[in-house]
């Protein structure tokens, strides 16, 4: 099979540019992206002061005092990228993303249409320049010899290179072995004295296969320029969003509601005919006194027409309306409503199951959701099970048609978590208690869990409840969390305790002051 003609856009320091941009840092900073405790990457200030990708953190800082350390997110470094695909899409489809900050596309149709690939690499290049992005450009056969190309015109200074035609084995054969980014087959090829890609193509292909397996045949294709494989293209997303707007603008909401429901129809109609639901909406209104605001609504299972007709109402009654005035009446008339789904989903994932379906009842979630239009998304949350030591950590308060996302995960062991069975009562914050002694004094903890005397009483501040013999105890459970972390650090004891009464408690021991986390019933 023929080497496909391919064009490489690359974006350098890509992890660098994508988390300067999240954290709303200047282009010219010097910024370093951290990756468990070593430099990821670096910007070319950063490079100008001595700092280079390995460095530990304070070998980093102490070559560039002032250096701005952001940790590395590959989340951040997807969803920044998404622009750059799409601004490269708007001149030619079929793009293949070989990871953040580096994209591919076949070279040979937009080449005959922009006049030669040069021209085309020229046009891409401004094109993405207007769009925000600095990129290089490299062209070769085939995905492989085209990001060499492209890393070694950023080397050299240059917008772009090309490899010429059938040429890509004599361009790669000066490049290091280590340029193939297999690091076993790498150190192999080293101590065997190979230490450029022109010396292992010249190797013949049986004794490879032979010696390196069928890896190490796919390496030496690679080195050799004969990377022929198809292109691993993405199609571009479906436009789903529905817009409506207003001439004159509309100054009520029942009017709204009404002029929006064929554009209802019609994005349940669009998701459906390629067989989506949306299970997250997005709505974008625009009022006369250009005034945007747009808000998520989540449903348990998906949106129906009806269902986008009411958000859209819930949202302009709680941003748009006056609340002196008739609940109908916008307080600026609305030019524009956008509906964008941010989230779909297969209809088949959301089909009802045998025995019915485990969503919650339409009329619950109508009537929370209701109630979140009017008092705000977090005004109705829902416990979600959740990893963590102390009793209060086991529960996440997710918003109402959120995604049930505990704030920890609930499979890593959790070392000197509190055993079952699991308190009844839980406080929103620790209520202040006193442990006496038999002698009437406050029993004190040490670091090393040594206590002063053996817990007697339980006493609240104020007196206003009568203190309580404690007839059994245990503990203390020393736990020492985040030690590394001076802002997150945290020590403290717990203990167990039974009163008289019939109650027992959850309480903890930390900076000298005792506290009641939960309670058993």
Do not use: K
């Amino acid at each position: 099979m023929s080497a496909v003609r391919t064009l490489v856009v690359w974006c350098p320091d890509w992890p660098v540019t994508a988390a300067g941009r999240d954290a709303g840092c200047p282009p010219d900073a010097a910024l370093a992206v951290l990756d468990r405790g070593r430099v990821l990457a670096c910007s070319q200030a950063a490079r100008h002061q001595g700092v280079r990708r390995g460095l530990r953190i304070r070998e980093a800082q102490s070559r560039c005092p002032g250096l701005t350390v952001l940790a590395y997110d590959p989340a951040v470094d997807a969803r920044a990228f998404e622009p750059v695909v799409v601004a490269v899409e708007a001149l030619a489809p079929g793009v293949e993303i070989i990871r953040p900050g580096m994209c591919a596309l076949a070279a040979r149709g937009p080449s005959r249409y922009f006049g030669g690939e040069q021209a085309f690499a020229q046009a891409l290049r401004e094109h993405l320049g207007q769009a925000g992005f600095q990129c290089v450009i490299g062209i070769a056969d085939g995905p492989f010899a085209a990001e060499q190309a492209a890393r070694l015109a950023e080397r050299a200074g240059e917008p772009e290179l090309a490899f010429p035609p059938g040429e890509s084995a004599r361009c790669l054969a000066s490049l290091p072995i280590d340029t193939l980014d297999r690091p076993d087959l790498v150190d192999l090829l080293r101590r065997l004295g190979i230490r450029t890609l022109g010396e292992f193509a010249a190797l013949p292909a049986r004794s490879v296969l032979g010696r390196f397996g069928s890896d190490g045949v796919a390496a030496h294709r690679l080195a050799g320029g004969r990377d022929s494989r198809n292109l691993a293209t993405r199609r571009p997303p479906p436009e789903l969003a529905t817009e409506v707007a207003f001439e004159p603008p509309v100054d009520r909401v029942d009017h709204v509601a009404f002029a929006i429901r064929g554009a209802a129809d019609q994005l349940v109609a669009g998701l459906a005919e390629r067989d989506l639901v949306c299970t997250c909406l997005r709505v974008e209104t625009e009022s006369e006194r250009d005034e945007p605001a747009g808000r998520q609504w989540r449903h348990p299972r998906w949106f129906s027409a009806a269902d986008v007709v009411d958000r859209v109402r819930w949202q302009l009654q709680g941003t748009r309306t006056d609340s002196g005035g008739p609940a109908q009446e916008l307080t600026s008339g609305v030019v524009r409503i956008r509906l964008v789904p941010d989230e779909v989903a297969a209809t088949g994932a959301y089909q009802d199951g045998l025995w019915g379906d485990q969503a919650p009842d339409e009329r619950i979630h109508r009537t929370f959701t209701r109630v979140q239009s009017m008092l705000g998304h977090d005004a109705v949350v829902t416990a979600v099970l959740s990893g963590g030591r102390a009793a209060a950590e086991r529960v996440t308060w997710v918003a109402w048609g959120d995604e049930p996302t505990p704030a920890r995960p609930t499979v890593p062991p959790w070392t000197g978590h509190l055993p079952p069975p699991a308190p009844s009562t839980v406080f929103p914050s620790p209520e202040p208690v006193d442990v006496l002694d038999p002698a009437g004094r406050a029993v004190a903890v040490g670091e090393r869990g040594e206590m002063s005397g053996d817990c007697q009483t339980l006493a609240r501040p104020g007196g206003q409840v009568a203190a309580q013999p404690i007839v059994g105890w245990a503990g203390p459970w020393p736990v020492d969390e985040r030690w590394w972390d001076p802002d997150a650090a945290r020590r403290y004891a717990r203990f167990q305790v039974a009163c008289a009464d019939g109650s027992a408690f959850v309480l903890l021991h930390e900076a000298g002051r005792w506290w009641i986390e939960a309670s058993y019933d």
